[in-house]
């Protein structure tokens, strides 16, 4: 069973993602802020993390400024409600393999988490790479 970590300062956004990802049979925890995520990921080893990017005490930005000098980090999926392409890039090249706007569907997201789990190292970055060349024209980056 995969283990996803789930960041996010609001409860009602952690319990509902708790929730789904936790009826499609993943294993969650919860972390409020970023530095409590880099925490738990320095006592346990997560498949997965849901980050948020706007929060107290270290932001969404500073946790993967960080994940860069973990050793096997978890792959990261941004959820957050900044939209904008020049968010979405800097996430991508940050690191994240995936960002998902709020609000989503629950289909959506557990459809996005099953893909991203899955993928070996190769295939993650990928991915990572395909999602990058679609913002960036746009982006004007």
Avoid: C
Wanted: a negative charge; hydrophobic letters at 50%; zero cysteines.
């Amino acid at each position: 069973m995969a283990r996803v970590l789930i960041v996010d300062d609001e409860p009602d956004i952690l319990l509902m993602l708790r929730v789904n990802l936790e009826a499609d049979g993943f294993d969650t925890a919860l972390a409020a802020d970023g530095e409590t995520a880099l925490q738990r990921i320095a006592e346990d080893r997560f498949d997965l993390m849901l980050l948020d990017v706007m929060m107290p005490v270290m932001d969404g930005w500073g946790v993967l400024e960080n994940l860069r000098r973990v050793p096997d980090p978890p792959k990261v999926i941004v959820v957050s409600a900044k939209s904008s392409d020049r968010d979405i890039t800097r996430a991508i090249e940050s690191g994240a393999l995936d960002y998902l706007t709020k609000p989503f569907s629950p289909a959506e997201l557990g459809m996005l988490v099953q893909k991203v789990v899955g993928f070996s190292a190769a295939e993650a970055e990928a991915h990572r790479r395909a999602r990058l060349a679609r913002i960036i024209p746009a982006a004007g980056v």
